[in-house]
Every structure is written in C-alpha cells, then in structure tokens.
C-alpha cells in the first residue's frame, strides 16, 4: 500500500502567490487532516474532513486558506495570497477510527515543506 | 480541553544509553496517549499508544511508555540508544472528541556516538 501520499514535496514561492498542496490518503480511510508544522514546533491542526464534509475547520484561515476534498477522497490545500509566515510544513494524515476511542490513529504523509520568499 | 506537555526541546544521549523523553498529560478524565516519531524531512510514524488497557506499553523499535497516574505522566523509555533513534518524538492526545489530536512540542533527540 502507497500510504498517504502528498505532492509537491518541496515548493518555494515568493509573497503574494498562490499555491496548492495535495494529499491521497489510505484507501478507505474516510477522515483526512491537514496540520500545519512550523519549525522546532508539533504539528497544529488546520482542518479535518468525515469523508467530504468539514467538521473542524476553527484554526484554517479562512482569509486566505481554503480546502476541499471532493468525493471523499483526495484533498487540496489552497494559499492565496501566501505571506511569509506561511513557511512551513503542511502535513496531511487520514484515519479510519469507527468511532472507538483510543483507535484513532493517524497516518501522516511526508508533508509539504513551503517556503515563502 | 486535554493537553500533552512535553519536557526538554532536546535530548542528547551516548549510544547504548537510557532514553527518557518526557510528556505529561492534562486531563479530567482518562486520557488516550500517543507518542509519534518524525524522521528527518519525513512524516509522524505511530511508536505506541495508551488506552487504558495496561500501564506499560510496549511499542516498536524497542520503546516503551509507562502511564502514571499519580504523576500525569506517559514518559518515553528505551533500555539502549542507537544511532537511528535520532528524531524528533512527539507525545499526542486526544483534545475534544476522539477525533482530534493534539500534540505536543516536540522533543529533538540526539545520539552520541
């Protein structure tokens, strides 16, 4: 199995761009994360999807971020306009929990690293 | 809302020695716990989770974590350090649902040859 896959791995973008991350998660798992990881810093969460819908989305910037996961399957992360305190990681993770506590476990991808010139 | 806080930024051990990263947790009711390892210019990896059922658990590579109670603690132990230990591990819980998970700061750790 591919795991959770994202792309691009790396992107360099000057101020006032836009750019856009993608994320595949394991077949099957219908709840997919994107975490935001600055440096020296744990993961923070951005944004969590049950299959299509978001049902956490309280610390996306919704001015300038936005997300969607069509279908229930892959997910897009959109910056526009990006600023330079959107260098980071973005990391995507999905789990396929059933609703039972302490059997939530993430799976991550490698992540985006993004810097913003 | 529940809470890990993880003890010392960086760690650094001979090769051979006792690892001991450290994460105490803040909850009114029991926690669920989980400790991540992120390689360089990798992704998390699960290393173990706590769930109640036993108070050491044994996860891969050799770690383990004990949940203490009296303590709030779920610390992070390995009987010998090796070179491909050196990471960055991350002590996680659940924060508003089983749905969310939070994690700590993060501890860096060093192995010395």
């Known amino acids: 199995e591919a795991g959770v896959v994202q792309s691009p791995r790396y992107k360099i973008i000057e101020k006032k761009q836009p750019v856009a991350f993608w994320c595949n998660p394991i077949s099957g798992h219908n709840t997919l994360y994107w975490y935001r990881q600055n440096l020296g810093q744990g993961p923070e969460l951005l944004i969590r999807y049950e299959n299509e819908e978001a049902v956490d989305d309280s610390q996306l910037p919704k001015d300038r971020f936005s997300a969607e996961r069509l279908k229930g399957v892959d997910s897009t992360l959109k910056i526009q306009p990006a600023e330079l305190g959107d260098s980071a990681v973005y990391l995507c993770a999905s789990s396929s929990h059933g609703g039972k506590p302490g059997a939530n476990v993430l799976t991550f991808g490698a992540g985006s690293r993004l810097t913003v010139l | 809302a529940q809470s890990v806080t993880q003890l010392g930024s960086h760690v650094s051990v001979s090769e051979g020695a006792l690892v001991l990263l450290r994460c105490n947790y803040s909850s009114s009711v029991p926690p669920y716990l989980f400790w991540y390892v992120q390689y360089p210019n990798q992704g998390l990896q699960l290393l173990l989770k706590?769930?109640?059922?036993?108070?050491l658990v044994k996860g891969i590579n050799g770690f383990e974590a004990e949940f203490k109670k009296s303590e709030t603690s779920f610390h992070l132990t390995k009987p010998s350090a090796h070179m491909s230990d050196a990471a960055e591990y991350f002590c996680?819980?659940?924060?508003?649902?089983?749905?969310?998970?939070?994690f700590g700061t993060g501890t860096k750790l060093q192995v010395i040859p």
């Open positions: 996680a819980t659940y924060s508003g649902g089983y749905q969310k998970v939070t």
């Open positions: 706590y769930t109640s059922a036993a108070t």
